[in-house]
């Protein structure tokens, strides 16, 4: 083949494959490969493409290539990774890129870019988010790596992503794990949105008394106003769709759900920053009481599961709506504020407003609620917390009270909504409502003498404790 490709794509699952067929849509030459071959034999067969061309072995894929050559990998995170960086780096040379758009642990994107970039091989960790869709039409794009260098995928990228009216949602992030790590905490609230849809359910339905038709219509109705986004509207769907034996098809589905461990990375990486990600956390540990299926069998006749019934008040879907809505928000503040300790702590100049623009289209948290907050961070880029600006004060200020009476009632019903608690907990302390830490820092003073400050010295101070009683 006499003409050079202009990229190379490395995994030919749903998510490489749309990827490439994005890339020669748009008029770009796309190098196929796949470790096994037969998987890049049928997406050609499946999906014959001018643009796009098949490659059974390494070394003829990567002389294919223009040079300086740009290697796209869309394959499993993790070892595979670190397997096909051996075997490609010897066919390699100085100024070619490798972009890792699989959901890497950032940690080890840093690892590999230091260790490239020893060789002069421009090493990107580049979150993709949308899905199937998303990456054959337009995914949110978000590269980390070396700036330079960027400009040498930039085109690509951004004629391939989503858009969100004139805006392009692809931006250069920064430095080495930037990428990786913007996409992990996307993913991260992701999990924290959608477990506040599942418990805006489970209290519709429980304690509310509607069946999923009526579910449906409401989840419709909110989808037409200030909670319009993607996983609402997928919500009214599913909660529409019939069974083919008759009933509704999600009263047929396991109540048990996984996780691929982004959402626990967030977690993780919050804890060590000192970060409070308590939504994210509770929407990772819902996932994992929901998988001790033996257990929860057990003790629901042990412990009498039945729920309480308990009077909802007037207005009840309204008071859902708006707790579900201020639950996002602090969900979003959580997230973000994990962004700025990162930025910090990192060395990684993150363009907050720039990240919530780029997330307004293509991502599976796509909404029109993300232009509030890329508005915020526009009209103050160090923003310390999103619950400061004034859009979102106000909206927490009319929808803490909805946000309680939910949660009370919740609580008298026997309805688990971890993530909502959460959300309620974490504003109600960002008001400075008293934490009870004095007395933490009473009982480390006494058994370990760890000192404590006083409201009315400077200083630190230990007490000689005396055994009252």
Known sequence: MDTLMDIGMVGMAVMGSNLALNMADKGYEVACYNYTPDLTEKVLRENPHEHLHGFYDLESFVQSLEKPRRIMFMIMAGTPVDSMIEKLQPLLEPGDMILDGGNS???????????????????FGVGISGGESGARRGPCIMPGGDLAAYERIRPIYESIAAKAGHDICCTYIGADGAGHY???????IEYADMQLIVESYLLLKYAGGYNNHQLADIFHQWNQGELRSFLIEITADILA???????QLLDKIVDSAGQKGTGRWTSIEALKQGVNTSMITAACNARVMSNLQAERTTLKQVLSASLTKVSVPDGFIELVRQSLYLGKIAAYAQGFSLYQAAAAHYGWNLDFGKIASIFRAG?????????????????EPQLKNLLQAEFFTEK????LPALRQVV?????????I?????GLEYIEALRGTPLGANLIQAQRDYFGAHTFERVDQNGSFHHAWKKNF
């Not at 029109?368 to 009209?379: C, N, V």
């Not at 009370?408 to 688990?416: E, K």
């Open 182 to 188: 913007v996409k992990m905490v996307h993913n991260g």
């Open 105 to 123: 642990y950032f940690e080890d994107t840093r690892r590999r870019h230091e260790l490239l970039q020893k060789s002069g091989i421009h090493y």
């Open 363 to 379: 991502c599976i948290i796509r909404a029109d609620f993300l232009e509030k907050i890329t508005a915020a961070y526009r009209e």
């Open 241 to 247: 769709e019939d069974d083919e034996t008759g009933g």
């Open 408 to 416: 009370a009632q919740a609580v008298q019903s026997g309805i688990p």
């Open 396 to 399: 927490v200020k009319n929808s």
């Open 418 to 422: 971890p993530a909502l608690s959460c």
